[in-house]
């Protein structure tokens, strides 16, 4: 095991180096929209605006599942594991941070999850663009090792399967059939 750790460290270092050209502005921009006060309040006002929209009222819970989903995974997982963060993480502390662990990527895993729900079909190329440009910044960022990004990248797509498997389905599929000569385009 600690030669998969010394290699991860060895090539997340070697990431973080390779980024030093790419605009710190660009990747902390990447670092709040995967960022999860962000997404509290983004569902938060998402569920205000929800009662004018169907297409809000089919999103909005699968967001609160799939957010506390996630923040109970990761933080359990984090817990248990207590990775330290890389050495050359710079600046993260400056403005706040919730734990100061690095296993697994909470970003990572929330921007999958958000990029693999159903209801981002139409944009799917750019969601998942979105996503893998976040989990990447972690690593450029210094915040997390290559490991760290994939791993809560898997637990992303975990979550987003849950979700699509256990939410509302009868709901869905009731709205789904109200909706389908509407702009969102279902798979």
């Not at 799917?124 to 990248?153: C, K, N, P, Q």
Request: aromatic letters at 10%; one cysteine or more; proline letters at 4%.
């Amino acid at each position: 095991m600690q030669r998969v750790h010394d290699l991860d460290s060895k090539i997340s270092l070697w990431i973080h180096q390779a980024g030093a050209r790419i605009p710190r502005f660009v990747l902390r921009l990447l670092e709040f929209s995967g960022d999860g006060v962000f997404w509290i309040v983004a569902i938060a006002a998402l569920a205000c605006a929800a009662p004018s929209s169907p297409q809000l009222q089919l999103l909005v819970p699968d967001l609160m599942l799939g957010f506390v989903l996630d923040v109970l995974l990761v933080a359990s997982i984090k817990t248990i594991v207590r990775r330290p963060r890389p050495i050359y993480n710079k600046g993260m502390y400056v403005i706040s941070s919730v734990d100061h662990w690095s296993f697994p990527s909470g970003h990572s895993s929330r921007a999958l999850f958000m990029a693999l729900l159903e209801f981002v079909v139409t944009v799917e190329f750019l969601a998942l663009s979105w996503a893998v440009a976040t989990a990447i910044s972690r690593v450029l960022l210094g915040r997390h090792y290559v490991m760290d990004v994939f791993v809560g990248s898997i637990l992303g797509v975990l979550e987003a399967a849950v979700v699509d498997k256990f939410s509302h389905a009868t709901l869905h599929q009731a709205l789904r059939e109200k909706l389908s000569a509407t702009t969102i385009a279902w798979r």
